[in-house]
Each structure stands twice: as structure tokens, then as C-alpha cells.
């Protein structure tokens, strides 16, 4: 896969999740500023999703702290074990 479709993957990812979750943000995606995430790092009211490519992933250095590993290209397999009742941080370079 090309680099250039890396943006749109992640694109992809957020905005199935917002549908598929049914959420109150179906027309503005909000954003967190990494000051604001780190506050909230670990937080049992938060879930940070990596969804880089495998290869992103791999070559990456550095992981989030309390972050989860999911696939983005078998989205099936995870999104419906999404919990409802937190937020979602989700992480894609």
C-alpha cells in the first residue's frame, strides 16, 4: 500500500467508528492536543487505539503508554468490542 493512503485509512477508521458507535459527533471529529492526552494517559474513562499500518507500527520507536494495538485493516474484528460508554483517542502517523 502507498504512503499516500495512509491518511485516508485513518480517515476511514475514524469515521466508521463514529457511525458504527453511533456518535454525538457525526459532524465535527473532535481533536486532543497531546498536552490534554497526556493529562489523561491511563485514565479508566479513556482508550487510545493505535491504528498505524503494521509497517508504522513496527518501524515505530516509540508507543503510547496504556495504548491498544488494533489491525486497521480488520476493523471487523474489533470495532464492535468498542465500549460505548468511554472516549476514544485513536492514533495513526
Do not use: H
Not at 1 to 9: E, G, S
Not at 23 to 34: F, H, L, N
Not at 55 to 81: A, E, L
Amino acid at each position: 500500500m502507498k504512503r499516500a493512503a495512509y491518511p485516508f485509512i485513518c480517515a476511514y477508521v475514524v469515521a466508521l467508528l463514529l457511525v458504527l458507535l453511533k456518535s454525538s459527533y457525526a459532524g465535527d471529529v473532535p481533536r486532543i492536543t497531546k498536552e490534554e492526552l497526556k493529562k489523561k494517559l491511563c485514565a479508566p474513562e479513556l482508550i487510545i487505539l493505535d491504528v498505524r499500518t503494521n509497517k508504522s507500527w513496527d518501524k515505530g520507536i516509540q508507543k503510547i503508554k496504556c495504548s491498544k494495538r488494533v489491525d486497521p485493516d480488520n476493523i471487523s474484528s474489533w470495532v464492535g468490542t468498542l465500549p460505548k460508554d468511554k472516549e476514544l483517542v485513536l492514533y495513526c502517523a
